[in-house]
Protein backbone atom coordinates (compact mmCIF):
# COMPACT_ATOMS: atom_id res chain seq x y z
CA UNK A 1 0.00 0.00 0.00
CA UNK A 2 1.31 3.63 -1.09
CA UNK A 3 1.13 6.21 1.56
CA UNK A 4 -0.67 8.84 0.66
CA UNK A 5 1.06 11.47 2.27
CA UNK A 6 4.66 10.62 1.65
CA UNK A 7 4.21 8.00 -1.64
CA UNK A 8 5.91 5.12 0.45
CA UNK A 9 5.47 1.61 -0.54
CA UNK A 10 4.04 -0.07 3.06
CA UNK A 11 3.24 -3.88 3.52
CA UNK A 12 0.07 -3.84 5.55
CA UNK A 13 -0.83 -7.69 5.27
CA UNK A 14 0.51 -8.25 8.65
CA UNK A 15 -1.90 -5.82 10.58
CA UNK A 16 -3.79 -8.00 13.32
CA UNK A 17 -7.84 -7.38 13.62
CA UNK A 18 -8.54 -4.37 15.84
CA UNK A 19 -5.14 -2.44 15.00
CA UNK A 20 -4.42 0.57 12.73
CA UNK A 21 -1.27 0.67 10.39
CA UNK A 22 0.90 3.49 10.59
CA UNK A 23 3.67 4.55 7.77
CA UNK A 24 6.95 3.96 8.91
CA UNK A 25 8.42 7.18 7.46
CA UNK A 26 5.80 10.14 8.32
CA UNK A 27 3.12 8.54 10.91
CA UNK A 28 0.22 9.19 8.85
CA UNK A 29 -2.63 6.54 9.27
CA UNK A 30 -2.39 4.39 6.30
CA UNK A 31 -4.97 1.62 7.20
CA UNK A 32 -7.39 0.41 10.12
CA UNK A 33 -8.17 -3.08 10.09
CA UNK A 34 -11.36 -3.37 12.23
CA UNK A 35 -12.37 -6.10 14.67
CA UNK A 36 -16.07 -6.43 13.05
CA UNK A 37 -14.72 -5.21 9.63
CA UNK A 38 -17.82 -6.76 7.81
CA UNK A 39 -20.51 -7.63 10.78
CA UNK A 40 -21.09 -4.06 11.83
CA UNK A 41 -21.70 -2.30 7.97
CA UNK A 42 -23.81 -5.65 7.02
CA UNK A 43 -25.99 -4.71 10.69
CA UNK A 44 -26.28 -1.14 9.57
CA UNK A 45 -26.69 -1.49 5.50
CA UNK A 46 -29.37 -4.16 6.23
CA UNK A 47 -31.23 -0.92 8.50
CA UNK A 48 -30.69 1.45 5.42
CA UNK A 49 -31.84 -1.05 2.95
CA UNK A 50 -35.37 -1.35 5.27
CA UNK A 51 -35.03 2.77 5.82
CA UNK A 52 -34.22 3.53 2.13
CA UNK A 53 -37.78 1.46 1.26
CA UNK A 54 -39.86 2.76 3.77
CA UNK A 55 -38.15 6.66 2.88
CA UNK A 56 -39.40 6.25 -0.63
CA UNK A 57 -42.94 4.52 -0.08
CA UNK A 58 -44.22 6.96 2.02
CA UNK A 59 -44.70 10.32 2.27
CA UNK A 60 -42.07 12.87 3.45
CA UNK A 61 -44.40 15.56 3.99
CA UNK A 62 -48.32 16.28 4.46
CA UNK A 63 -49.19 19.82 3.53
CA UNK A 64 -52.16 21.44 3.64
CA UNK A 65 -53.27 25.03 1.93
CA UNK A 66 -56.44 26.38 2.03
CA UNK A 67 -58.27 23.01 2.59
CA UNK A 68 -56.28 21.43 0.27
CA UNK A 69 -54.51 18.75 1.69
CA UNK A 70 -51.65 17.20 -0.51
CA UNK A 71 -48.73 14.29 0.73
CA UNK A 72 -45.35 14.35 -1.39
CA UNK A 73 -42.87 11.55 -1.24
CA UNK A 74 -39.11 12.15 -2.16
CA UNK A 75 -39.59 11.07 -6.13
CA UNK A 76 -42.81 13.72 -5.69
CA UNK A 77 -40.56 16.34 -5.16
CA UNK A 78 -38.52 15.93 -7.55
CA UNK A 79 -41.41 15.87 -10.45
CA UNK A 80 -42.14 19.09 -8.19
CA UNK A 81 -39.21 21.23 -9.42
CA UNK A 82 -39.59 19.23 -12.87
CA UNK A 83 -43.31 21.05 -13.79
CA UNK A 84 -41.75 23.86 -12.16
CA UNK A 85 -39.39 24.75 -15.39
CA UNK A 86 -36.38 23.37 -13.53
CA UNK A 87 -35.63 20.31 -15.14
CA UNK A 88 -31.66 20.31 -14.35
CA UNK A 89 -32.80 20.83 -10.95
CA UNK A 90 -34.93 18.13 -10.71
CA UNK A 91 -32.41 15.95 -12.06
CA UNK A 92 -29.82 16.28 -9.77
CA UNK A 93 -32.21 15.89 -6.55
CA UNK A 94 -33.56 12.51 -8.48
CA UNK A 95 -29.77 11.23 -8.89
CA UNK A 96 -28.41 12.66 -5.16
CA UNK A 97 -31.32 11.18 -3.20
CA UNK A 98 -32.81 8.43 -4.55
CA UNK A 99 -30.31 7.00 -7.49
CA UNK A 100 -27.14 6.49 -6.48
CA UNK A 101 -27.63 6.29 -2.50
CA UNK A 102 -30.22 3.61 -3.36
CA UNK A 103 -27.93 2.40 -5.83
CA UNK A 104 -24.96 2.05 -3.02
CA UNK A 105 -27.24 0.81 -0.11
CA UNK A 106 -28.68 -2.12 -2.15
CA UNK A 107 -24.80 -2.65 -4.38
CA UNK A 108 -22.88 -2.82 -0.30
CA UNK A 109 -25.70 -4.54 1.01
CA UNK A 110 -25.34 -7.36 -1.98
CA UNK A 111 -21.21 -7.22 -1.59
CA UNK A 112 -21.23 -7.42 2.07
CA UNK A 113 -23.53 -10.40 2.19
CA UNK A 114 -21.73 -12.00 -0.59
CA UNK A 115 -18.14 -11.65 1.51
CA UNK A 116 -20.07 -12.69 4.76
CA UNK A 117 -21.61 -15.57 3.20
CA UNK A 118 -17.61 -16.29 1.72
CA UNK A 119 -19.85 -17.01 -1.42
CA UNK A 120 -18.57 -14.61 -4.45
CA UNK A 121 -22.29 -13.86 -5.86
CA UNK A 122 -23.07 -12.85 -9.75
CA UNK A 123 -21.39 -8.83 -10.61
CA UNK A 124 -19.60 -8.18 -6.85
CA UNK A 125 -16.38 -6.75 -8.10
CA UNK A 126 -17.82 -4.27 -10.56
CA UNK A 127 -21.11 -3.26 -7.84
CA UNK A 128 -18.19 -2.30 -5.99
CA UNK A 129 -16.25 -0.58 -7.99
CA UNK A 130 -18.81 1.56 -8.66
CA UNK A 131 -19.77 1.97 -4.93
CA UNK A 132 -16.43 3.56 -4.89
CA UNK A 133 -17.40 5.74 -7.17
CA UNK A 134 -20.93 6.56 -6.50
CA UNK A 135 -20.14 7.09 -2.50
CA UNK A 136 -19.34 10.89 -2.65
CA UNK A 137 -21.92 11.32 -4.77
CA UNK A 138 -25.04 10.09 -2.61
CA UNK A 139 -25.68 13.77 -0.63
CA UNK A 140 -29.38 12.61 1.42
CA UNK A 141 -27.85 14.74 3.70
CA UNK A 142 -27.97 17.94 1.62
CA UNK A 143 -31.26 17.01 0.35
CA UNK A 144 -32.17 16.67 4.32
CA UNK A 145 -31.34 19.99 5.21
CA UNK A 146 -32.82 21.44 1.86
CA UNK A 147 -36.34 19.90 3.03
CA UNK A 148 -35.50 21.37 6.74
CA UNK A 149 -34.96 24.91 4.63
CA UNK A 150 -38.30 24.40 2.88
CA UNK A 151 -39.81 23.54 5.82
CA UNK A 152 -39.53 26.63 7.74
CA UNK A 153 -40.33 28.71 4.82
CA UNK A 154 -43.74 26.90 4.04
CA UNK A 155 -44.36 26.57 7.85
CA UNK A 156 -45.55 29.89 7.51
CA UNK A 157 -48.08 29.30 4.54
CA UNK A 158 -49.53 25.97 5.11
CA UNK A 159 -50.11 23.24 7.65
CA UNK A 160 -47.54 20.86 7.35
CA UNK A 161 -47.25 17.58 9.15
CA UNK A 162 -43.84 15.35 8.95
CA UNK A 163 -44.99 12.13 7.12
CA UNK A 164 -43.76 8.39 8.60
CA UNK A 165 -41.09 8.71 5.43
CA UNK A 166 -39.33 12.17 6.89
CA UNK A 167 -38.95 10.05 10.13
CA UNK A 168 -37.06 7.20 8.15
CA UNK A 169 -35.43 9.45 6.03
CA UNK A 170 -33.89 11.64 9.01
CA UNK A 171 -32.74 7.94 10.44
CA UNK A 172 -31.98 6.59 6.74
CA UNK A 173 -28.97 9.71 6.87
CA UNK A 174 -27.64 9.14 10.46
CA UNK A 175 -27.51 5.01 9.82
CA UNK A 176 -25.96 5.36 6.40
CA UNK A 177 -23.19 7.67 7.18
CA UNK A 178 -22.40 5.12 10.25
CA UNK A 179 -22.39 2.62 7.53
CA UNK A 180 -20.05 4.02 5.36
CA UNK A 181 -17.79 5.61 7.76
CA UNK A 182 -17.55 1.48 8.84
CA UNK A 183 -16.96 0.63 5.96
CA UNK A 184 -12.86 -0.09 5.06
CA UNK A 185 -12.75 -0.53 0.68
CA UNK A 186 -9.35 -1.86 1.62
CA UNK A 187 -10.85 -4.26 3.39
CA UNK A 188 -13.49 -5.35 1.45
CA UNK A 189 -11.45 -6.33 -1.09
CA UNK A 190 -8.77 -7.94 0.55
CA UNK A 191 -11.67 -10.46 1.66
CA UNK A 192 -13.12 -10.72 -1.86
CA UNK A 193 -10.08 -11.68 -3.51
CA UNK A 194 -9.84 -14.62 -0.52
CA UNK A 195 -13.31 -16.25 -1.38
ZN1 LIG B 1 4.07 8.22 4.89
Given at each position: MVCHECDALQDV?????????????????????????????????????????????????????????????????????????????????????????GFCVFSLFYVLISIHLKKQFLFVRPLLVWVGRLIPWGMMDVFLLAILVALVKLAALAHVVLGLGFIAFVALVVCYAAAVSSIEMHVLWSKLEKI
Open positions: SHIPEGETGLCLCCGERLFKNPKSAIEKPLALMMACVILFIVANSYPLLHLEITGIERAVTITESAIIFYTQDSPELAMVVFLTSVVFP
